[in-house]
Nanobody, 123 residues
Framework: QVQLIESGGGLVQAGGSLRLSCAASARTSSTYAMGWFRQVPGKEREFVAFISWRGGSTYYADSVKGRFTISRGNAKNTVYLQMNNLKPEDTAVYYC????????????????WGQGTQVTVSS
């Protein structure tokens, strides 16, 4: 079982930056790919970014490409999401997720999810 704990959310003005962190409890998760998703009330969970377990491959939703950067810590069981030039439409609860058989943007392929961290961008 892998537990994921997100942190770093908050309130920021449009154009500002935030850095989200996600720490995984199990060493085995360091060999898993990891992803970030977000969700607003009444909408489906939306893919944001993905990183392979070695960190060599990344993939982003078109809506965040060029503004967000996903990376892994040296221990590989931590993942970060650097969010720059934030927009009001980025407001959501952000979740990190992982698992042994993930397929990039497909939420159903992730086995483990964090509790989420709220990001609010004011205009």
């Amino acid at each position: 079982q892998v537990q994921l704990i997100e942190s770093g959310g908050g309130l920021v003005q449009a154009g500002g930056s935030l850095r989200l962190s996600c720490a995984a409890s199990a060493r085995t998760s360091s060999t898993y790919a990891m992803g970030w998703f977000r969700q607003v009330p009444g909408k489906e969970r939306e893919f944001v970014a993905f990183i392979s377990w070695r960190g060599g491959s990344t993939y982003y939703a078109d809506s965040v490409k060029g503004r967000f950067t996903i990376s892994r810590g040296n221990a590989k069981n931590t993942v970060y999401l650097q969010m720059n030039n934030l927009k009001p439409e980025d407001t959501a609860v952000y979740y990190c997720a992982t698992g042994p058989r993930t397929i990039a943007s497909m939420a159903g392929t992730y086995d483990y999810w964090g509790q989420g961290t709220q990001v609010t961008v004011s205009s």
